[in-house]
């Protein structure tokens, strides 16, 4: 039989293999033949397993077992894709760096456990910018990943290859992470919805770190119920990840609602001004008429430091990263070059296994730490933050959702922006706020990608108050219907 692929869902998925349609190992095959298929053109999977098909015959047994509930199991048998950032045991796992190209993880995230109790089937890992940092996945050691849409214009980035492989009808869902956008531009520049939780939602534990008071883990999907779902198997605390809280808790006491039957959505007007594509700003204009239609409270809303946002992010980011790339020396994982002596080995090391991109925010993170500037820069910069924060806070005692477009731009050309940092980290204007703050963000698709160049996807993003996915999930199924 042919299994119809495209823009299946987890929800799809599991009715018919509940049902008998089709098994998960017959799944699994039409997957990788449409791996086989489109990979080599669109480069979104950087490696496939080879025992997929083995994981599907376990889940087939599980679910033929009559004991077996499946009903509480929405993932059993249901074929993803997984960011090359976190572990899979056994697996090369690269963060696409070649100081890591032939680094076999020798434990499972904790994320991958938590999937590996629900029965999923991984796929492969899939490509991404050099330890998720970039905008556009061209910062990966092993090449760009192309839109599927338009395969001259970039997936984004730096979860941009998870991103393709559901765009590509290639998985079902994938995880991926997110810093400071990471998976909300990419979704939007795909057409699919993405989530970055709440800070401390999900485990970082076999997330290979980046910025890490910044860093979250999670879903992309082709619907917003599928997110939900996904969220729900890998969210939870963990004793490997001191900052992980229990959100279903944590939401009770922290949320209060706003009166009124809909939840009130808030526009900070005042930040949708200057350098936004005119495209996104139609998209978004419409999608807030939409909102209004459905009956929508619509406030205008002041963030007065939301403007600090990127630059508080691009100190506070690379100081993090310089300190979690010292592990990286050519001692303990990885490639080791050989120099004159043990601190050549490392200036050998470094510099044959990591890219500019990674270099260069290794160089700006030393400098904003250094003595005599820590103060004027880090320090600052952490005080910035925490206006941002009070900001978002008053904000969210008149409503309930913050609304903004997800990027400034649809998809754009590759190597339109690669020679140019600034306006790559420009793109980031409207995801970083969500981390720097640790609020939950949905990237949704309002404009829908028409694969003719003209209609690029265009993605919407919604933020609450910390711990209030609940908001995000139910608004977000309102507005696309799924
Ligand atoms: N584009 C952002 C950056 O380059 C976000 C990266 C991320 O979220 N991992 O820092």
Known sequence: MKIDLHKLTIQKAHEALKKGEYTSVQLTQAYLEQIKNKNPEINAYLKVFADAIDQAKQADTKIKNLKFNIENFPLLGIPCGIKDNILIQGHITSASSKILENYRATYDATVISKLKKEGVVFLGHTNMDEFAMG?????????????????????????????????????????????????????????????????????????????????????????????????????????????????????????????????????????????IDTAVIDAF???????????????????????????????????????????????????????????????????AGLGREVIRRILLGTYVLSSGYYDAYYNRANAVRAMIIADFQKAFSSVDLIVTPTAPSPAFKIGEKSNDPISMYLEDIFTVTANITGMPALSIPCMVGENDNKHLPIGLQLTARHGDEATLFAVGKDFLGE
């Open 285 to 351: 204009d419409s999608a807030i008429a939409s909102f209004k239609q459905k009956g929508y409270e619509i406030k205008d809303i002041q963030l007065p430091n939301i403007s600090y946002s990127l630059l508080v992010y691009y100190i506070i980011m690379p100081a993090e990263v310089s300190s979690n790339m010292a592990r990286f020396d050519g001692v303990k994982y990885g490639l080791h070059k050989d120099g004159a002596n043990g601190i050549q080995d490392y200036f050998e090391t470094r510099r």
């Open 135 to 275: 905008g556009s996945t061209e910062n990966s050691a092993f090449g760009v990943t192309k839109n599927p849409y338009d395969t001259t214009r970039v997936a984004g980035g730096s979860s941009g290859g998870s991103a393709a492989t559901v765009a590509m009808d290639a998985a079902v869902f994938s995880l991926g992470t997110d810093t400071g956008g990471s998976i909300r531009q990419p979704a939007s520049f795909c057409g699919v919805v993405g989530l970055k939780p709440t800070y401390g939602a999900v485990s970082r534990y076999g997330a290979i770190a980046m910025g890490s008071s910044l860093d979250q883990i999670g879903p992309i999907s082709q619907t917003v119920s599928d997110c939900e779902v996904v969220f729900n198997a890998i969210r939870g605390k963990d004793i490997h990840d001191g900052t992980t809280i229990d959100i279903t808790t944590y939401a009770s006491k922290h949320v209060s609602k706003t009166l009124g039957a809909k939840p009130v959505i808030g526009v900070p007007r005042h930040f949708l001004k200057e350098g």
